[in-house]
């Protein structure tokens, strides 16, 4: 495909969380009980056209051959699960026989109903596209190890989750985040649904304009200023490489059955077999560092906390950077598992992990950088319509902003672009009596400069 190798790369990591979930989590310290699950929320952006969604269902299809995989199962299961169902039936409809004939005879009918009835079977779920959040709180109480919501166009699941009225959904997917959390669903219509620990994977893609606009209202603050954004710690926008050759040759079969047996191998992993310990307290199988990664992980986190408290960085990149207290001991833990290690966690695991973390946080300085930055992008997407002749004297702001053009689709945003068109004279602004409030109406270049 020749798309930048972040359009594979952030998937598969989400990926591979995903198949993880809650099998096995770690704990980053000596002695606590400080616990990270290794789900992860993850976003590639790109211009249209650049790939991202070819390349981010190549890597889940290891993902769906699995779900397939366990649809089949369950179908299998559900069959023995119908026929034992009869059986049931029949038990029962003798117990009744029974019973009748024992009150006539004036004998005990105790026991004779302690009829085990068979549990219906489920099929394991990876992956969840489009659903409304009850749905999704749904499949995750039948899988206890956490699913991946995949939402091709991520900006628009985000903006819906900053209505008021999906409150309780945002709430939600704040908490599934930390895969450690309960959550309970109460409905007056639906019976009580308990979720022991909801752990939610997240991967989407986006555009650089969309997130320009999303990431300048989350740092402005208001309902997108709560840390959802700051949740996705693998975001990445790379560039697009200008070179292109035609490139017509068999898939290499080698490389891709060596990546669908790392997801097999995460599928069925035994956290016993590779050296997890389980607490009195915690039910949850964990690993932790040996010696020598902890001492790197402890260097790092000093470091971390030293430069979250430092007062230096933007409120939303602060808050940004301190969900690596997540990502960090997460990525040691996916790629010890991966490298097939057993026992405690190796120095290179984490070394691995802070290369990626600091690649990591260059992108995301990118993504924020493009956020305080939405006021320029917007200006200069209203001097195209302008030079284009979309615009004509007098034109307001709301007018603009209706057209729905690239960049200026936020009306906050199209409000900010003008205010700087203004200070740069390229726009006059004037004031028209409506006998309410003053309609503001805008002229093109005022002092007639080419």
Not at 56 to 67: C, D, S
Not at 84 to 95: G, P, Q, W
């Given at each position: 495909?020749?798309?930048?190798?972040?359009?594979?790369?952030?998937?598969?990591?989400?990926?591979l969380?995903?198949?993880?979930?809650?099998?096995?989590?770690?704990?980053?310290?000596?002695?606590?009980?400080?616990?990270?699950?290794?789900?992860?929320?993850?976003?590639?952006?790109?211009?249209?056209?650049?790939?991202?969604?070819?390349?981010?269902?190549?890597?889940?299809?290891?993902?769906?051959?699995?779900?397939?995989?366990?649809?089949?199962?369950?179908?299998?299961?559900?069959?023995?699960?119908?026929?034992?169902?009869?059986?049931?039936?029949?038990?029962?409809?003798?117990?009744?026989?029974?019973?009748?004939?024992?009150?006539?005879?004036?004998?005990?009918?105790?026991?004779?109903?302690?009829?085990?009835e068979?549990?219906q079977?489920?099929?394991?779920r990876y992956?969840?596209?489009?659903?409304?959040?009850?749905?999704?709180?749904?499949?995750?109480?039948?899988?206890?190890?956490?699913?991946?919501?995949?939402?091709d166009e991520?900006?628009?699941?985000?903006?819906?989750?900053?209505?008021?009225?999906?409150?309780?959904?945002?709430?939600?997917?704040?908490?599934?985040?930390?895969?450690?959390?309960?959550?309970?669903?109460?409905?007056?219509?639906?019976?009580?649904?308990?979720?022991?620990?909801?752990?939610?994977?997240?991967?989407?893609?986006?555009?650089?304009?969309?997130?320009?606009?999303?990431?300048?209202?989350?740092?402005?603050?208001?309902?997108?200023?709560?840390?959802?954004?700051?949740?996705?710690?693998?975001?990445s926008?790379?560039?697009?490489?200008?070179?292109?050759?035609?490139?017509?040759?068999?898939?290499?079969?080698?490389?891709?059955?060596?990546?669908?047996?790392?997801?097999?191998?995460?599928?069925?992993?035994?956290?016993?077999?590779?050296?997890?310990?389980?607490?009195?307290?915690?039910?949850?199988?964990?690993?932790?560092?040996?010696?020598?990664?902890?001492?790197?992980?402890?260097?790092?986190?000093?470091?971390?906390?030293?430069?979250?408290?430092?007062?230096?960085?933007?409120?939303?990149?602060?808050?940004?950077?301190?969900?690596?207290?997540?990502?960090?001991?997460?990525?040691?833990?996916?790629?010890?598992?991966?490298?097939?290690?057993?026992?405690?966690?190796?120095?290179?695991?984490?070394?691995?992990?802070?290369?990626?973390?600091?690649?990591?946080?260059?992108?995301?300085?990118?993504?924020?950088?493009?956020?305080?930055?939405a006021?320029?992008?917007?200006?200069?997407?209203?001097?195209?319509?302008?030079?284009?002749?979309?615009?004509?004297?007098?034109?307001?702001?709301?007018?603009?902003?209706?057209?729905?053009?690239?960049?200026?689709?936020?009306?906050?945003?199209?409000?900010?672009?003008?205010?700087?068109?203004?200070?740069?004279?390229?726009?006059?602004?004037?004031?028209?009596?409506?006998?309410?409030?003053?309609?503001?109406?805008?002229?093109?270049?005022p002092?007639?400069?080419?």
């Open positions: 495909m020749q798309c930048p190798p972040d359009f594979v790369g952030i998937p598969a990591v989400v990926s969380g995903a198949a993880l979930g809650r099998k096995i989590a770690i704990r980053p310290q000596r002695s606590t009980d400080w616990t990270e699950v290794p789900n992860f929320w993850g976003c590639i952006i790109g211009r249209p056209g650049a790939l991202k969604s070819p390349a981010m269902r190549q890597v889940i299809k290891p993902l769906q051959r699995l779900e397939a995989q366990a649809e089949k199962q369950a179908e299998s299961a559900m069959q023995k699960y119908a026929a034992d169902l009869e059986l049931v039936k029949f038990r029962k409809d003798e117990a009744k026989k029974k019973a009748k004939d024992a009150l006539k005879k004036g004998l005990s009918t105790e026991g004779l109903f302690n009829i085990e068979p549990e079977p489920t099929s394991r992956i969840t596209n489009d659903t409304s959040y009850e749905s999704l709180g749904e499949i995750l109480a039948a899988n206890p190890y956490g699913v991946l919501a995949f939402r991520l900006v628009s699941l985000l903006k819906t989750l900053d209505r008021e009225e999906y409150a309780a959904t945002r709430g939600f997917f704040l908490t599934a985040w930390n895969g450690t959390d309960g959550y309970t669903f109460d409905r007056i219509i639906r019976c009580k649904t308990r979720i022991e620990a909801a752990c939610l994977s997240l991967l989407g893609s986006t555009q650089p304009g969309r997130i320009a606009e999303y990431m300048r209202r989350a740092i402005a603050g208001g309902a997108a200023d709560d840390g959802l954004i700051q949740r996705f710690s693998l975001i926008w790379p560039d697009q490489s200008p070179e292109w050759r035609d490139v017509d040759r068999w898939p290499d079969s080698e490389a891709r059955r060596a990546a669908w047996d790392a997801f097999g191998s995460f599928d069925s992993l035994d956290p016993m077999r590779v050296g997890a310990q389980v607490d009195d307290f915690d039910g949850l199988p964990f690993l932790r560092f040996d010696d020598a990664a902890q001492e790197v992980f402890a260097g790092w986190r000093n470091d971390l906390e030293h430069r979250l408290r430092a007062g230096e960085l933007h409120p939303a990149l602060e808050s940004h950077l301190s969900k690596y207290r997540k990502l960090v001991p997460s990525l040691a833990l996916v790629n010890h598992l991966a490298d097939h290690g057993e026992g405690p966690i190796a120095e290179a695991a984490i070394l691995r992990a802070l290369a990626f973390a600091q690649y990591l946080e260059s992108h995301a300085r990118r993504a924020y950088g493009a956020g305080t930055e006021e320029s992008a917007a200006a200069m997407a209203i001097l195209f319509r302008i030079r284009n002749g979309d615009l004509k004297d007098g034109f307001t702001a709301r007018e603009l902003w209706r057209n729905q053009w690239t960049g200026l689709t936020d009306l906050d945003a199209v409000k900010a672009g003008i205010e700087l068109l203004v200070d740069l004279a390229w726009l006059d602004q004037t004031e028209a009596k409506t006998g309410g409030r003053p309609l503001v109406k805008y002229d093109i270049n002092r007639g400069e080419p």
